[in-house]
């Protein structure tokens, strides 16, 4: 399965692209085990036609993750790309499913809707919680039917749209809430993926990290910098809390500022972490790889314990 380049048509809302400074990966840089593992799942998930949800953090790659499914699922149509929370309540409907001429003042010609427009291919909805719940039943029911009715439309009209939904929330405890609908929930459960967190996935830093300096340089007609080992402690240990994206722009801006053939720690801008506790971590990590089973027991329930002191 070649997952090299999109190549595809792309349809997205203005403001769809967040960052401005993002650039459109063309390659899925998975090298920790966990990201590799989520290859192998999304692989098998990929040419079956069934719904799939990815669960993941802002920035963690959730979108790139969806068009690699497209990609792979070979489908012929458009990857229509919709953030949901940037659908005005009132024309939810009209929007995803179309309308019928006439069905509003001005509306002198019908349109497709986005739902329409993902015919033959794949519609990802980005932030699907954010979706009114009117709207949820009516998505439902047109995975399950595979129609949808247009506003103002007397018949509906046959779809075949794929849909690859995301979340950055737990939709279980929305439902648990009464703010998602639970059929629904349930019907994208049956293709789920979760994408973890950059820092729960240490191993592709530094791969994400040389991808992206390559990419930068190269559009900044620029020599690839080393990142010194100083520089790779840093990116490995910070919390990346925007994830991916986060660690796009630091690197893109590394690059801008720094001045020889190598990015330093201080061209990332990362918080500075006291090196009291970097001699703690340190000696942690030496005791964990290298120290007695006592030792290594005794680490654990300290930790524990501080844990407990701290919560
Ligand atoms: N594994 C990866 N390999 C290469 N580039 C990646 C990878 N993951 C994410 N990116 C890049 O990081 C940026 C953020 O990814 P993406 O837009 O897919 O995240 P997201 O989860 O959809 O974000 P949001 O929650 O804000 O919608 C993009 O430029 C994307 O190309
Ligand atoms: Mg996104």
């Known amino acids: ?180 609908h639970e059929r629904l929930y349930h019907y994208l459960r049956e293709g789920r993926l979760e994408l973890p967190a950059l820092r729960e996935r240490v191993g592709d830093i530094l791969s994400l990290s040389e991808y992206f300096l390559g990419i930068y340089s190269q559009r900044l007609d620029l020599p690839v910098p080393l990142i010194s080992e100083a520089a790779q402690q840093a990116l490995e240990r910070h919390s990346w809390p925007g994830n991916t994206r986060e660690l796009e722009n630091v690197i893109h801006f590394a690059l801008l500022v720094s001045t020889g053939d190598e990015i330093l720690p201080e061209h990332l801008n990362l918080p500075e972490v006291p090196a009291s506790l970097v001699a703690i971590e340190r000696q942690l990590k030496h005791i964990l790889s290298e120290g007695t089973a006592s030792e290594r027991a005794a680490l654990k329930q300290l930790l524990k314990d501080a844990a407990l002191l701290l919560l």
Request: glycine share 10%; hydrophobic share 40%.
């Open 1 to 180: 399965m070649s997952f090299e380049a999109f190549g595809q048509p792309l349809l997205t809302f203005p403001d769809a692209e967040k960052s401005p400074l993002s650039i459109r990966a063309k390659a899925l840089v998975f090298v920790d085990p966990r990201s590799r593992q989520l290859r192998q799942e999304l692989e098998q998930l990929a040419p079956r036609s069934i719904s799939v949800l990815i669960r993941g953090e802002t920035g963690s790659g959730k979108e790139l993750l969806a068009r690699h499914i497209h990609r792979a699922s070979d489908r012929g149509g458009l990857f229509v790309s919709v953030n949901c929370g940037a659908i005005s309540p009132n024309y939810a409907d009209a929007e995803l499913f179309g309308y019928a001429a006439g069905s509003f003042s001005g509306s002198a010609s019908s349109r497709a809707g986005w739902f329409g427009s993902a015919n033959g291919g794949t519609l990802y909805l980005d932030e699907i919680g954010d979706l009114p719940l009117p709207i949820q039943v009516k998505l439902l029911a047109a995975l399950e039917n595979h129609e949808v009715t247009r506003v103002g439309a007397q018949q509906p009209s046959p779809v075949d749209v794929r849909l690859v939904a995301a979340t950055s929330i737990d939709l279980a405890q929305a439902v648990a809430a009464g703010k998602f």
